[in-house]
C-alpha cells in the first residue's frame, strides 16, 4: 500500500458470527453439494491493503493482494476462528480483525470484500445461481461492489442492466458468445469501466464484478465462471480476462492450506478499515 496516499484507520473487532445460511442455493438437479459440503470463493476488492490472514492460529494466506478472486473450495461445514492482521504484523501483534466465521452444509457463495458506496471496507455473502440455464443461453450477473454511484451495464452499446446500485446484483440470461461490455454512470453515456469483451458461454454463469473506487480512480472489473450447469456447478476464477479453468485445476492450490483457507478472509470484510487520500 503506499503510504502517501492511504491512511488505514484503527480497526475494530467484534464478537459476532458470520454465517452463510442464506447461501444455499440447490444445484441444476435439485442436489446442492451431495458431500454435504460448501464451495466457497472470496473476493478481495478492497483496493490498497495487503493482509495476512489467520485461521485457528494458523498463517493461511499471506500477502492477500486486492483484486485476487480465490479459487472455489469444498469446506466442512463449521465455525472458523478467524484473525486478520496488516501485512507482516502476525501472529505475534493484535489482530485488527477477530470473527468467526460459519459456513453450513450446501453452501455455494462467493464472499466479496469490498468497499460500500462511501468508501469503507465491508462484507457481502452472495448466492451464486447454479440452476440450468436453456440450451444455447448463458447466465450474466453483474455485482456492483465499487465505490461508486448506481451505474448502467451496456452490451454493444445498448443498456441491458441499468441503475445498479452497490452492494447489489442482477443477472439474466442472454443468447452465448462474446460479447463486448462496459459500465457508465447510470442514465449517461460517461463510462466508468471498460469496454471489455466478456465470453458468455453455453450452459455457464458468468458473474462480473465492479470494484474499486472512482474518487481514486481505480475502478475495475474482475469475473468469476459458474461452469456446468447442467451438472454439479464449479466456481472457477476466471481473471482479469475472462479465461477459464477445469474446477480440479482450481481447487488444487487451496488444498495446500486446509480447509479454512477460502473462508479465512471473510473476516477482513467485517473490519472497519478506512483509507483516505492524503497531501
Not at 471496507?121 to 440450451?135: G, M, S, Y
Not at 447466465?139 to 452499446?157: C, F, K, N, Q, S
Not at 471498460?194 to 465470453?199: K, M
Amino acid at each position: 500500500m503506499n503510504a502517501r496516499s492511504r491512511k488505514i484507520a484503527t480497526a475494530t473487532a467484534g464478537a459476532c458470527v458470520l454465517t452463510l445460511s442464506a447461501a444455499v442455493p440447490a444445484a441444476a438437479d435439485g442436489s446442492a453439494q451431495e458431500d454435504g459440503k460448501a464451495s466457497v470463493s472470496v473476493f478481495h476488492g478492497v483496493p490498497g491493503l495487503t493482509v495476512d490472514v489467520f485461521a485457528n492460529g494458523r498463517e493461511l494466506i499471506p500477502d492477500f493482494e486486492p483484486g485476487t478472486l480465490t479459487e472455489p473450495q469444498s469446506l466442512d461445514p463449521g465455525t472458523y476462528d478467524i484473525e486478520v492482521f496488516a501485512d507482516g504484523q502476525g501472529p505475534d501483534g493484535d489482530p485488527a480483525i477477530q470473527k468467526s466465521v460459519e459456513v453450513p452444509a450446501g453452501a455455494n457463495a462467493t464472499l466479496a470484500a469490498h468497499l460500500d458506496a462511501q468508501g469503507d471496507p465491508t462484507l457481502t455473502a452472495f448466492v451464486n445461481d447454479t440452476f440450468e440455464v436453456p440450451a444455447g443461453q448463458s447466465r450474466l450477473t453483474v455485482r456492483h461492489v465499487a465505490a461508486a454511484p448506481a451505474v448502467d451495464v451496456r452490451a454493444g452499446g445498448k443498456p441491458v442492466i441499468e441503475d445498479l446500485t452497490n452492494p447489489n446484483e442482477k443477472s439474466l440470461e442472454v443468447p452465448a458468445g462474446t460479447v463486448n461490455a462496459d459500465v457508465v454512470l447510470a442514465g449517461t453515456s460517461t463510462v466508468a469501466i471498460g469496454p471489455a469483451d466478456l465470453d458468455l458461454a453455453e450452459g455457464t454463469g458468468t458473474i462480473v464484478y465492479a470494484w474499486g473506487s472512482a474518487e481514486d480512480d481505480n475502478l475495475a472489473l474482475k469475473t468469476q465462471t459458474i461452469s456446468g450447469m447442467d451438472s454439479a456447478p464449479n466456481g472457477v476464477d476466471a481473471g482479469g480476462n475472462g479465461a477459464m479453468a477445469s474446477a480440479n485445476e482450481s481447487a488444487t492450490a487451496w488444498l495446500a492450506w486446509g480447509a479454512t483457507g477460502a473462508v479465512a478472509v471473510a473476516g477482513l470484510l467485517a473490519a472497519r478499515r478506512r483509507y483516505t487520500r492524503s497531501g
